[in-house]
């Protein structure tokens, strides 16, 4: 909240020295652009734990069998904990081959790698969370349990 509260004013406080005074601190485009990715992704992990994703849930609705609905709902998980997973794989790379040539920020001049981390990290975090979201929907499957939507929204 904090990080966002921050980008909203840095983001007021540019556009006014740009419009009214005619200058612009070039640093604070730096920080509302990294600070930007920092919050979206930490934003889609936030929603993953507690399910607030848009969904698509028109065939879960049409299927009769609870059954069907978590196998459904399993493999769902599962495939998106692996597209994360590549996502996260080839966001590591990147921040690697930045911090392997020595990249720095235009401005900032900081380790262009550190504004790539976000991306790896928040990409895991989302990827274990969708595993424990299929392995909740595949324990229920076997124990018999109804199905939940949304395996994270109970805690």
Sequence with gaps: MFVLLALAIVS??????????????TWMEEI???????????????GVKYGTHFSMVFVYERLRSHKVRQILM??????????????????????????????????????????????????????????MNGGSQFSDFLSGRPFKPHASQDA
């Design 74 to 131: 399993f493999l769902v998980n599962v495939i998106c904990c692996v597209v994360l997973l590549v996502v996260a794989w080839y966001g590591w790379e990147q921040a690697m081959k930045l911090k392997r040539f020595g990249t720095l920020t235009a401005v900032l001049r900081i380790p262009k790698y550190i504004t790539y981390l976000p991306i790896p990290v928040f990409s895991v975090i989302m990827a274990v969370r969708f595993l």
């Design 32 to 46: 509302t652009r990294y600070s930007s990715v920092f919050i979206a992704f930490l934003g889609a992990a936030i």
């Design 12 to 25: 007021f406080v540019q556009v006014v020295c740009r419009y009214l005074v005619g200058f612009s601190f």
